[in-house]
């Protein structure tokens, strides 16, 4: 784990902090811009990116119905397999909560494992992504 220093978190609240989490019309929570975020940045920065362990949904079988239900809902499913961080779900980010929208502000870059934004996205406005450029999850635009 990386502690910043007195002075770096003061810079990382001055320069690098856009968004918090609200609840949302898309349901449940989403990322809101706090001030204006600039065009072709990642909104998120400092955050860890993990590597990730792929299981099946037979794997996941042996779950709680609940616990089986939030990996499905906070986890991309590609080719099969959910891809679940290898830091463990207490470690989840503010970029996991980045909603599914048809007009996105956002779209995932470096194969997938940061986001940019595709314009300027003004405060208040909530940061969303469209699920079909990275996701093979049928019914995640029906939640």
């Known amino acids: 784990m990386n502690i910043l220093s007195r ?3 003061l810079n990382q609240l001055k320069n690098d902090i856009y968004c918090r989490l609200k609840p949302s019309e898309h349901g449940g929570v989403g990322i809101f811009a706090i001030r204006d975020i600039p065009a072709g940045i990642n909104p998120f920065v ?5 590597n990730h362990y792929m299981f099946t949904v037979k794997e996941l079988e042996v779950l ?6 939030l990996v499905q809902d906070m986890f991309v499913f590609k ?3 959910y891809h679940v961080p290898d830091n463990g779900m207490a470690q989840v ?10 007009r996105p502000n956002l ?3 470096n194969n997938g494992l940061t986001f940019e934004t595709i314009r300027e996205v003004k ?7 469209d699920y079909a450029s990275y996701n093979d999850k049928e019914d995640v635009f029906d939640r």
Not at 46 to 50: D, F, L
Not at 64 to 69: A, F, S
Not at 93 to 102: G, K, P, Q, W
């Open 64 to 69: 709680h119905p609940n616990v089986k239900r």
């Open 46 to 50: 400092g955050t860890v990116v993990p």
């Open 107 to 109: 779209r995932v870059v």
């Open 7 to 9: 002075e770096e978190v």
């Open 79 to 81: 080719d099969g397999v």
């Open 123 to 129: 405060d208040g406005e909530e940061l969303c992504a």
């Open 93 to 102: 980010d503010i970029a996991y909560y980045v909603n599914h929208c048809d």
